[in-house]
């Protein structure tokens, strides 16, 4: 499998994609007037409490309050667990933290919507291969390391690396990326990790609240750090000046990369000889074609994404099961594909076209499963539910591709619907029969878009005449070009 990382840099805006295949994987983002906040610590002040809700909103500078839990909240005293049910609980907020009290925090999900930023006080530096955690004594591995014995060597060096740094308190998570990875490489990265955990603590010693203490690498660098792999080709990036930063950190870190990161100096726009930028208006629709005839619909709203498979155009070949076994096989590569993209989160429901064979049912699951092993966000998907339902979770930590790019739509807020002319004609008729009543006028002027009085004045005729005869008053209509379809007055003259 080719791999290939572009990345577009302008002074307003970075732009990644990431290719696999001549095809467009991933995309991120980040916006010089709306930087995201993930993995930035704060110096913050509490503001508010809620013993309600176990959690309380810190100050931390940005324009609304972020939302911290009661479990994330690192203390020092021990899991309550319940006996009845054995549930685990943690201790009351109000015992954790109290209102004007300075807290240091890290970001763990940017604002999404009307929601405030998630904070957690367990601090996690990431570098290449390691993320250090001040204070915690754990070593963990991530899970993508397969190999026993790799875990076990990768384990081994950090255990070592850590006892001859006793000065240092703190735990590592081993990431992907230090499979294979030389001791060298390994101790390299906790020395960097001790000085800047260093440095952090530093600017907290000496920062008033609410004031930010650390913030993440820009974005073409942390793609270097968290995304070039191995089986990557080529990085190609489109500034000179940003490709200079990412060869000297490339130089310090990943020396072993250098040679796949290139300057592209070309005339015609660097995303543009990969397709990326029709890919991403593709990525901003509800529907999603496959090669066979079928489609896809993609609908994402506050609660959850939920996204419907249809067979469409594709008739088939042989039968009507085998039909649908084909289109599901192949909407399950396509939504994969999706999620990533568009970077979906949350909750997502999978409602696949009805398959009889149990046999069907496990290979459309297994290929579902095999093509998220690819996401970088961690994923949990359930079996097939007695509805026909596969329900699944991806990790949320940045807004997704829509809400970066798109706005709620001014005409129908977001509803992705109009009220039909005859609707707003017959509105129009109740408002007058109300007012009518309430105030004495001669006549009545109904001011309203250009659609809803051509259809007064013809298709609702005989209607307005009947409302005229009624209520023994004279009706004008005047056109309003700038009033929505369902926007409408009704003055008294």
């Not at 319940?82 to 999900?109: C, M, N, Y």
């Not at 073409?220 to 500034?239: A, C, G, H, M, N």
């Not at 939920?306 to 042989?318: E, K, W, Y």
Request: glycine residues 6%; aromatic residues 6%.
């Amino acid at each position: 499998m080719s791999e290939e990382i572009l990345i577009n840099v302008t002074p307003v805006e970075t732009r990644v994609a990431l290719v696999e295949n001549g095809m467009l994987q991933e995309a991120y983002i980040e916006r010089t007037s709306r930087k995201g906040n993930v993995g930035n610590i704060y110096k913050g002040k509490v503001v508010r409490v809620l013993p309600g809700m176990e959690a309380a909103f810190v100050d931390i500078g940005l324009e609304r309050a972020a939302f911290i839990h009661a479990s994330d909240v690192v203390t020092d005293q021990p899991a309550v667990t319940d006996t009845a049910d054995s549930a685990r609980t943690v201790p009351d907020i109000r015992t954790l933290l109290r209102e004007g009290q300075s807290l240091v925090v890290q970001v763990t999900k940017d604002p999404i919507g009307t929601k405030g930023a998630r904070l957690t006080t367990q601090l996690s530096i990431p570098s290449r291969y390691l993320v250090f955690m001040p204070g915690v004594s754990h070593i963990g591995i991530s899970q993508r390391i397969e190999d026993e014995t790799e875990r076990a060597r990768l384990k081994a060096l950090i255990e070592e690396g850590s006892a001859k740094e006793t000065e240092v308190n703190g735990g590592y998570i081993i990431r992907t990326a230090a499979e294979a990875a030389s001791a060298d490489d390994l101790l390299g990265d906790m020395v960097y990790l001790h000085r800047l955990s260093q440095a952090i603590e530093d600017r907290i010693s000496r920062s008033q609240a609410p004031a930010v203490v650390y913030q993440d690498l820009p974005l073409f660098i942390r793609t270097i750090r968290d995304l070039i792999r191995p089986q990557t080709e080529k990085v190609r990036i489109d500034s000179k000046e940003s490709h200079q930063r990412v060869m000297e950190f490339v130089e310090e870190f990943v020396t072993e990369f250098s040679e796949k990161v290139e300057y592209y100096p070309g005339e015609r726009p660097l995303f543009d000889l990969y397709s990326v930028e029709d890919e991403i208006q593709k990525a901003l629709s509800r529907k999603v074609q496959l090669k066979s005839g079928g489609y896809v619909i993609i609908d994402q709203t506050e609660a959850m994404t939920t996204i419907d498979i249809n067979t469409g155009a594709f008739v088939g070949h042989r039968n009507l099961e085998e039909t649908i076994f084909k289109t599901n096989l192949e909407a399950a590569r396509a939504i994969s594909r999706q999620l990533r993209l568009r970077n979906l989160g949350g909750i997502i429901i999978i409602d696949f076209i009805d398959m009889e064979d149990p046999e069907h049912q496990r290979q459309v699951h297994r290929m579902l499963e095999k093509m998220l092993e690819r996401d970088h966000a961690k994923t949990k998907i359930t079996g097939v539910s007695e509805l026909g339902l596969v329900e699944m979770t991806r990790k949320r930590t940045t807004e997704s591709l829509g809400q970066v790019l798109c706005e709620p739509c001014p005409i129908c807020d977001g509803r992705g619907f109009l009220k039909t002319s005859e609707t707003v004609c017959y509105e129009i008729f109740r408002e007058i029969l109300r007012v009518n009543r309430a105030y004495d006028a001669e006549s009545y002027l109904v001011m309203a878009s250009q659609s809803v009085v051509d259809r007064l004045l013809d298709e609702e005729s005989d209607n307005v005449a009947d409302l005229e005869t009624f209520i023994k008053k004279a009706i004008r209509f005047q056109v309003e070009p700038f009033y929505s379809q369902e926007q409408y007055d009704v003055v008294l003259l």
